[in-house]
T-cell receptor, first 113, second 114 residues
Framework: SQQGEEDPQALSIQEGENATMNCSYK?????LQWYRQNSGRGLVHLIL?????REKHSGRLRVTLDTSKKSSSLLITASRAADTASYFC?????????????FGQGTELSVKP | ETGVTQSPTHLIKTRGQQVTLRCSSQ?????VSWYQQALGQGPQFIFQ???????GRGNFPPRFSGLQFPNYSSELNVNALELDDSALYLC?????????????FGQGTRLTVV
């Protein structure tokens, strides 16, 4: 079963707008990672935020983590058509073996030119 | 490009057959994980290999098996293929066997079982 639940499942915005995706999870984590996937191809690593961090930035990406609420958000500012993709959060649970990542169902982002 | 390469990119097999998928990890990475992604779903962890040994396994039956070689490349073998095995199979490499590091994914192998 998936640990992460992402919201919304689908998001459609205009170029230049901001896109916000949310992720909730169930157990304590070491870190949370966000990935992008274009058209069923491989996953591209976007950003990793550790459990003792609250916010992280990378270019137009801003990730927040609230461990008390077991939730994270990914903000993409000034979106572009090329940002159209599926976005997944993945948690590294604290009490698991083998270093597996547990993925959510993903948010499908569509950015219209 | 992550430096993680998978082969083949696409594959069609018949139910009951066996398949081997291959993955070359990124230079400097010694850990390889395999994931199965069904259409419209997030990836599901199959297993991880670290220093040529299985380091953890998800909820997959024994007919899913793997290997890691001294150069850290890896194979995923699936025996007695079932229709539900049709999916995108993703390989991810990371720097150590410990947790807390980024995993970098290949482009995947699209397996279709007919």
């Amino acid at each position: 079963s998936q640990q992460g639940e992402e919201d919304p499942q689908a998001l459609s915005i205009q170029e230049g707008e901001n896109a916000t995706m949310n992720c909730s999870y169930k157990t304590s984590i070491n870190n949370l990672q966000w990935y992008r996937q274009n058209s069923g191809r491989g996953l591209v690593h976007l950003i990793l935020i550790r459990s003792n961090e609250r916010e992280k930035h990378s270019g137009r990406l801003r990730v927040t983590l609230d461990t008390s609420k077991k939730s994270s958000s990914l903000l993409i500012t000034a979106s572009r058509a090329a940002d159209t993709a599926s976005y997944f959060c993945a948690t590294d649970p604290r009490y698991n073996q083998g270093g597996k990542l547990i993925f959510g169902q993903g948010t499908e982002l569509s950015v219209k030119p | 490009e992550t430096g993680v390469t998978q082969s083949p990119t696409h594959l069609i097999k018949t139910r009951g057959q066996q398949v081997t998928l291959r993955c070359s990890s990124q230079s400097g990475h010694n850990t390889v994980s395999w994931y199965q992604q069904a259409l419209g779903q997030g990836p599901q962890f199959i297993f991880q290999y670290y220093r040529e040994e299985e380091n953890g396994r998800g909820n997959f039956p024994p007919r899913f098996s793997g290997l890691q070689f001294p150069n850290y490349s890896s194979e995923l073998n699936v025996n007695a293929l079932e229709l539900d095995d049709s999916a995108l199979y993703l390989c991810a490499s990371s720097r150590t066997g410990m947790r807390g590091t980024e995993a970098f994914f290949g482009q995947g192998t699209r397996l279709t079982v007919v």
